[in-house]
């Protein structure tokens, strides 16, 4: 991990992207930020960001590079629960809540670029009251997409998990056409099961001719619900 240091232009665009700004005015969008104070950390392939358990204090906006929210179990195995793409904050829920820890551990799938706020700036920024509902806003929008794998898992066929999971994303997407952002074995540990088993059933599910895929790319040759 490198030492952090000041936000620039680009990086500027991401926190408007990511929505914490959205309840303030355009014209007030870089004192706003100012007031955040906002640090920028790189981190390297699999490093992680905050472990499960952890305090934290300041929520974490991802500027490039992707990230894994992952759950650890006693016996070994790891749940994916989610996969963070650029302008998505991750880590939010845990400095707004009693006890302040991680319930996740966040680790950079790919070389990344983090940029941290800390809560205490925001809750003494001039802008904390726009701030904090665009906040809020962010953590509904975040509880809505584990609603999203509750519903796969909800499935008791390996079939109708993958078919539910790429039908919400088809309907996120807006076309059959998509990307999960997942390779195979992200993939299997998203839906909690073997990645054979799942490889498996995704060419069963071509030769059916539900799906086509390549890779993280996939098409659904049905028309979404």
Excluded at 35 to 41: A, P
Excluded at 180 to 207: G, P, T, W
Aim: glycine share 4%; aromatic share 8%; with cysteine.
């Amino acid at each position: 991990m490198k030492p952090s240091k000041p936000a620039d232009t680009e990086q500027m665009t991401t926190i408007e992207a990511c929505g914490i700004l959205r309840e303030v005015p355009q014209k007030l969008h870089l004192m706003a930020v100012n007031g955040m104070k906002i640090k920028v950390k790189e981190y390297a392939e699999e490093e992680i960001i905050f472990s499960e358990e952890e305090l934290i204090h300041r929520i974490a906006i991802l500027h490039s590079g992707t990230v894994r929210g992952e759950k650890f179990h006693l016996e070994g195995s790891v749940d994916l629960m989610y996969m963070y793409q650029r302008g998505e904050i991750f880590g939010a829920e845990a400095t707004v809540s009693r006890r302040r820890t991680s319930p996740l551990t966040y680790v950079a799938n790919e070389a990344a670029v983090v940029l941290f706020a800390d809560f205490s700036d925001i809750l003494r920024s001039d802008y904390s009251k726009e701030l904090m509902l665009a906040l809020l806003h962010i953590l509904a929008d975040d509880n809505i997409k584990k609603l999203y794998k509750l519903e796969a898992l909800s499935k008791r066929g390996l079939r109708d998990r993958i078919m539910t999971y790429l039908r919400i994303m088809g309907r996120k997407s807006g076309s059959d056409t998509f990307s999960i952002h997942m390779d195979r074995e992200q993939f299997a540990q998203y839906l909690c099961v073997n990645r054979s088993a799942l490889s498996y059933e995704l060419n069963q599910m071509k030769r059916d001719g539900l799906i086509e895929f390549k890779k993280d790319e996939f098409k659904l040759l049905e028309k979404i619900l």
